[in-house]
Each structure stands twice: as structure tokens, then as C-alpha cells.
């Protein structure tokens, strides 16, 4: 009972650029371009934030002008207050991300905002967004845990999401922020939010792509995922990478679930972004390729 398609938002250019050295507006776009020529078509380009916060996202206008209008592809940006929110709209962003945590400690630690102040700040980036009509997603960070407070109870998150949308947001994604999320957990919190969610998933502890099966299996369609299995969270240590986007590819691929993305040129697309970051990726597709490739002879 797997659906037929779903879709997959790329953050590698955000969320897995974050905790790298910073790089050239230039070599971000082109990262960008290698991942829409493999057929994505929600990518989230950069983060209108504070570059004394995040350094590795300065420049995000430059980013967004060096990729110009891309008709059918949805250009996200995460944004963490109204000010960041006005610079994305002015540079012409498609979409907003906006991120509040359900625990109270990293949430501090994020954005520096209790979860309340997170709201009303939400609640406004929401009404300016909804002034040019662009759609806000609200992802809730520590969804399945906090590394600082333990679990969180599922009916907390989900009260919290309902909460979010009654401020404006239009969506909701579920953030396994420190990779502590299991598919008996993602079943329990789905089972509160229903499957109208997208799911952020790491890898932090080796369950991203069966917690991604959990959530297929309970009806979700919105993935987030990163080329290369890129990213983590600079204000949680020990976080890893997001799922690998090749990864998630190749998987559905084989279920049978339509993504609408081009294996190969996936494949091309991370092996730029090794490049472009000077290491080699944690994705392990990107390292041993599609199951069917041959070895060489020899090999």
C-alpha cells in the first residue's frame, strides 16, 4: 500500500552547505543546477539568516540571482525572522521554510526565541508571505526526541503542529533532527499528525531510510533529503547528515514510487558536490553507484 509517487524536497544546497566551509555563490548555483538537470523539482537554495550565525549561507541573493526564474521548479528558503523573510521575498524566493523546535532547549539554541516568541514570529513571517501569496512550510525540529530534554510526547508535537498552522503556515514537516526518530516512533507520531506531514530524516544512528519506509508505509508523501547524505546541525553535536537524496532515489525506484529524478544525473550532481566540498560524502550510493552497475573487470 506504498502511493505511486511522492515528492522529494532537496535541501543539500541549504541544509547540507550549512556545516561546511563557506563556498562561492557560484559553486552553490551550480550545485543547484546539477540537482534540477537530474529532475528535481522543490530545492531549498539557501538560508536568508544571519552570516555571522550561519557563515556558510552568506550571500544568499547572489545565490538566488545567479539562478534566475526556473519555471516549474519550486526555489525554497529557510528564513528565521521577519527580516530574513522580507530579503527572500525581495530576491524573489518561490517558497518559505520556516523552523520551530518542540524542545524548548534547542530552540534556544536555533534561533534564540522561546517556542512561543518562535510562533508569533511565525505567525508574521506567514501573514507577509501570504501578502505574495508564497507558501510557508513550518518544520518542527526535534520532532522525535531532544538531544537536551530526551523524548517528547507525540501529542505534544502534534499539538504543536496544528498550533503552527493556526498561526498561517500552509504545511508542516516532521524533523528527526538528531536522527533519534525508529519506525515505531514515526508510526506513533503519525498516528497523532496524520500523513499530511513531510518528513525531515538524518542518519545519525543508521535509520533514516527505514524510518523513511515507516512513513510510505503510513501514507506520507514529502520527503526532505540531501545529495550526498550532506548536513547535520550546527546547535546539536553528534548530528548527521540528512538521507542521502541518491539513496532515497534508489530505493523508491526500485519499490516503485515515482519521484520524477534521474538516478545518474543524481549521481553526477553528487559527485560535483564532493567536489565543491573537498570530502568524500556519507552516501553510500553515491560511493558504490546503482545496484545494477557492473563491476569493472577485475573488480
Given amino acids: 500500500m506504498l502511493p505511486d509517487s511522492v515528492v522529494l524536497r532537496e535541501v543539500g544546497p541549504r541544509d547540507g552547505l550549512q556545516v561546511e566551509p563557506p563556498l562561492p555563490p557560484e559553486d552553490r548555483a551550480r550545485l543547484v ?23 556558510a549561507m552568506a550571500d544568499a541573493e547572489a545565490v538566488v540571482a545567479a539562478l534566475g526564474d526556473r519555471p516549474g521548479v519550486v526555489r525554497t528558503a529557510l528564513v528565521a525572522n521577519v527580516r530574513g523573510a522580507e530579503r527572500a521575498l525581495a ?47 513550518a518544520v518542527i525540529s526535534c520532532a522525535f526526541g531532544s538531544p537536551y530534554e530526551g523524548d517528547v510526547p507525540p501529542a505534544e508535537v502534534a499539538a504543536l503542529a496544528a498550533a503552527v498552522v493556526e498561526d498561517g503556515a500552509t504545511s508542516v514537516t516532521l524533523a528527526d533532527t538528531t536522527g533519534m526518530a525508529t519506525p515505531r516512533r514515526v508510526d506513533e507520531l503519525l498516528a497523532h499528525t496524520g500523513p499530511q506531514v513531510g518528513l525531515h530524516l538524518h542518519e545519525t544512528r543508521g535509520t533514516g ?91
Fill in 91 to 137: 530576491a524573489g524566493i518561490d517558497a518559505l521554510t520556516v523552523t520551530i523546535a518542540a524542545s524548548p532547549a534547542y530552540n534556544q539554541r536555533n534561533v534564540r526565541m522561546t517556542i512561543e516568541e518562535s510562533r508569533r514570529e511565525i505567525a508574521a513571517i506567514a501573514a507577509l508571505a501570504a501578502q505574495g501569496g508564497v507558501p510557508v512550510d
Fill in 209 to 299: 531510510l527505514v524510518n523513511l519506509y515507516a512513513g510510505l508505509q503510513a501514507g506520507v508523501r514529502r520527503y526532505d533529503c540531501s545529495v550526498g547524505g550532506l548536513g547535520g546541525s550546527p546547535f546539536a553535536h553528534g548530528a548527521a547528515g540528512n538521507v542521502a537524496t541518491e539513496g532515497v532515489v534508489a530505493l523508491l525506484d526500485d519499490l516503485g514510487v515515482h519521484t520524477g529524478i534521474d538516478l545518474d544525473l543524481l549521481l553526477e550532481a553528487a559527485a560535483l558536490a564532493k567536489e565543491l566540498v573537498g570530502h568524500p560524502l556519507p552516501s553510500p550510493v553515491a560511493a558504490a553507484g546503482p545496484r545494477t552497475r557492473l563491476s569493472p573487470p577485475g573488480g
Fill in 33 to 55: 543546477d546539477a540537482l534540477l538537470r537530474a529532475g528535481v523539482r522543490v530545492i531549498e537554495v539557501a538560508a536568508f539568516v544571519s552570516p555571522k550565525a550561519v557563515p
